[in-house]
């Protein structure tokens, strides 16, 4: 039927009883519409035009869609916008002295809230992004708050109450595993702890160089990867609620017995000084059947060009611990600099770079989970994306078990590098126990330090 | 009379010489100024406001408080950076003596003529050219435990496989293994200007008195290569002591803190934990030791020259 055929059918029925109704109830709900198309017209995105800033990003997917795209954002607003993406490490180190020097050369700034949230927050770097929400003159209608997951908002929120970042991307661990290789030995995704070691166990072949499973082993790196064990424990956390470091209690200890014996049995030899990029590279080869690790390497993983396993690759939450079931999250956000004379055009780019066809963009793109939560209902986006509907249930469940895989502490480099050196000597065959009451003692008065500074 | 006018006005002129020469040399002791203040602000300043930063605890983000000689008596007592001191050294000296040694024999071998040397002395001083982080990144593929071509070649020969820097026993003789393959080639260059700076008749004498090539060099090559072998020293000890990108790049001074040199530690404090107050107490002991070392080797230096 052609649309003049169905138009001509409409008209031969008449105008019904029904029609009225519904063209009644229509006029009823049309001037909230009107309102809100209204607002949408009236809302003025090119108030900055002209204006230029500078945006100071870490490098990575997430970043590289922002820059591709950031042509939609300055045609919308006649905002220049000049962005650059440092490798991660740089570019904390980067920000903070520029922060430190009172005059940074950046207006909005990528921040990665489980190394530098408090200290962020400490300094005041940020500015409160609240008063910017407030304000319907610069806050687009269809801003819609409330689409930000409340861990994601929580994250963003400093102790003070102060919101001095608006949330990215929230990380989540998961765990990826070989379909091929656990077909092949008739075994089922673990749901716990246990059942993971046992099925690492019996997958290990080191006469086939293939092993059960393969993490992080590397100092500072490894510490993500004890705490997705940590917080399957009654404990949960680093510290107690006097904030005060517990990493050497019966539950830090069983966490590194854990760690100690899937690394050390269950994991290709030269674990100790992996990081992500060579467990990364050994699951990608079909070496390993298990890999705990963040959502952003499935498309890594799922790329034919470059991976041995596309098309094999399982994705599970993290197995539950002796007492919870929990995974560890991370995240990034955006701040705007306090000493921002832009604050204005930096807030409109917030919202763009926030907003809901970015973090979209993030989603089916594999470039990692969005802070908002409108990106997961969307079925049509998920049903055309090349990742199996068991990754998005994977990041949907994850999301509602995942808690903060990191003490939100000032001195957290140095704490995941101290306890990261402890869980590295384990690897080694080093006395758990030991180490972790060595690293909590050589740490525990630099946090205390930190404290009463803060 | 007039010859005695004469004696005076001479008198009066080299008299005045003295004063003259103090004036010239004040009218131009401005033109030091610009010099003056590019050595006090890239040198003198710097130095001075790092020994005042030891001496507070002063963290970025953070207050500035003063705690007198409190950073250096934390460093005494820091394993950590005391272990980091022992690695340095040890890293050092394998970084000198190995790459001295095998240099020496490259220029020697690269001394004699033979078909093909041009191509063979360019083929051999390629890996210093090449840029460290590029050159690091690329070992780390290679030093992978499973999947890196080092341990493949190694089984092609029946050699068990090595953890490589992947282990805590091996990462530093690997670490050096890299060094030496990047920086042997500028022994090589150094010492193979100096064997063409020789003198010929030394040879010829010693060829007529019946020395053998052992004694030759024994006697001759080594007396006379000495100057260059202490140049290429000092430069080599320099460069190992400083050696910062390549053990970054591929181990981040890991596994634990098995590779963790004096500079990695340093790193770390500075620009992972902001503890710049004691960040610049290592600065200023590590200035300390390379002072000992190099006046160690200027001591020797000389000791070469006076022989």
Redesign the interface.
Do not use: H, M, Y
């Given at each position: 039927m052609t649309r003049c055929e169905a138009e001509e059918t409409m008209m031969s029925r008449g105008f019904t009883r029904r029609t009225a109704l519904t063209a009644g109830a229509g006029l009823l709900a049309a001037p909230p519409l009107v309102r809100q198309a209204n607002a949408q017209s009236q809302f003025d995105w090119k108030r900055f035009s002209g204006e230029r800033i500078e945006v100071s990003l870490t490098a990575n997917p997430r970043s590289t869609i922002l820059i591709q795209n950031q042509r939609e954002f300055e045609d919308m607003t006649g905002i220049r916008v000049g962005a650059e993406q440092i490798p991660e490490?740089q570019h904390r180190?980067k920000f903070?002295?520029e922060?430190?020097s009172g005059r940074p050369s950046f207006d909005v700034v990528g921040i990665s809230l489980h190394v530098n949230k408090r200290?962020v927050g400490?300094?005041r770097?940020c500015t409160d992004i609240k008063a910017l929400m407030a304000d319907p003159t610069i806050t687009a209608p269809d801003f819609d708050f409330a689409d930000f997951g409340e861990g994601a908002v929580a994250y963003s929120t400093q102790a003070d109450g102060r919101m001095d970042t608006l949330p990215e991307f929230t990380d989540y661990f998961i765990l990826y595993y070989n379909k091929e290789l656990l077909a092949a030995k008739n075994i089922a995704p673990p749901a716990t702890f246990d059942e993971m070691y046992d099925s690492a166990r019996r997958l290990t072949e080191p006469s086939r160089?293939i092993y059960g499973n393969v993490g992080r082993?590397?100092?500072?790196a490894n510490v993500v990867l004890y705490s997705s064990f940590l917080l399957g424990t009654q404990q949960r956390d680093f510290l107690d609620g006097q904030r005060r470091l517990i990493s050497d209690s019966p539950d830090a200890i069983w966490a590194g017995e854990f760690y100690k014996k899937l690394l050390r049995d269950c994991s290709?030899?030269?674990?100790?000084?992996?990081n992500w990029n060579?467990s990364q590279?050994?699951f990608m080869?079909g070496?390993a059947a298990f890999w705990i690790d963040g959502v952003g390497f499935a498309a890594p993983l799922e790329d034919r060009t470059r991976s041995r396993v596309a098309g094999k690759v399982g994705y599970a939450v993290v197995p539950r611990g002796p007492a919870h079931h929990h995974c560890a999250m991370f995240g990034t956000a955006f701040g705007i600099a306090e000493q921002s004379r832009k604050k204005g055009a930096s807030w409109l780019y917030l919202q763009w770079a926030s907003g809901k066809a970015n973090q979209l963009r993030y989603l089916t793109s594999g470039a990692g989970s969005p802070a908002r939560t409108s990106a997961y209902r969307n079925e049509e986006a998920i049903s055309q994306s090349r990742f199996s509907r068991e990754f998005f249930n994977t990041l949907i469940e994850s999301a509602r078990i995942s808690r903060p895989g990191l003490p939100e502490i000032v001195?957290v480099?140095?704490f995941r590098?101290t306890l990261g050196?402890a869980l590295?000597?384990t690897?080694?065959g080093a006395d758990v126990a030991t180490e972790l009451r060595r690293a909590t003692e050589a740490f525990r008065p630099v946090l205390e330090q930190s404290e009463r500074?803060s | 009379m007039a010859g005695s006018t004469a004696t005076m006005e001479q008198q009066a002129t080299v008299g005045a010489t003295p004063r003259r020469r103090h004036n010239y040399a004040r009218r131009y002791w401005w033109f030091v100024v610009p010099c003056g203040a590019v050595v006090l602000g890239t040198i003198v300043f710097p130095w001075a406001f790092t020994l005042y930063m030891s001496l507070h605890d002063f963290k970025l983000g953070g207050g500035r408080e003063w705690v007198g000689h409190a950073n250096y008596v934390k460093l005494v007592t820091d394993e950590r950076f005391l272990y980091s001191i022992l690695r340095t050294l040890y890293f050092t000296a394998l970084s000198v003596v190995i790459p001295m040694v095998l240099g020496l024999l490259a220029a020697l071998a690269f001394h004699r003529k033979f078909p093909l040397r041009g191509l063979a002395r360019t083929v051999f001083i390629l890996p210093m050219m090449a840029t460290p982080v590029a050159v690091a990144l690329v070992w780390t593929m290679m030093f992978h435990p499973q999947l890196g071509v080092l341990n493949w070649l190694l089984q092609q020969v029946g050699l068990p496989p090595s953890m490589w820097v992947y282990a805590p026993d091996t990462v530093i003789p690997t670490l050096v293994m890299v060094e030496v393959w990047h920086w042997t080639p500028l022994v090589m260059l150094i010492l193979l200007g100096g064997l063409a700076s020789l003198p010929l008749d030394p040879y010829e004498a010693a060829k007529i008195d019946g020395a053998s090539a052992w004694q030759a060099f024994r006697h001759i090559t080594l007396p006379l290569l000495a100057p260059f072998l202490v140049v290429a020293l000092i430069i080599r000890t320099i460069d190992a002591l400083k050696a910062f990108d390549t053990i970054y790049v591929i181990t981040q001074g890991g596994p634990g803190t098995a590779s963790e040199t004096i500079n990695i530690f340093l790193y770390l404090q500075a620009f992972a934990y902001y503890n710049l107050g004691y960040a610049s107490a290592v600065v200023v002991v590590f200035f300390a030791i390379i002072i000992l070392l190099a006046m160690v080797l200027l001591w020797t230096r000389a000791r070469v020259k006076d022989a």
């Open positions: 490490q180190q903070a002295i922060f430190a200290q400490k300094a770097w160089q082993g590397l100092r500072n290709p030899p030269g674990v100790s000084g992996f060579e590279t050994t080869q070496r001195p480099t140095e590098d050196s590295t000597a690897i080694g500074e | -």
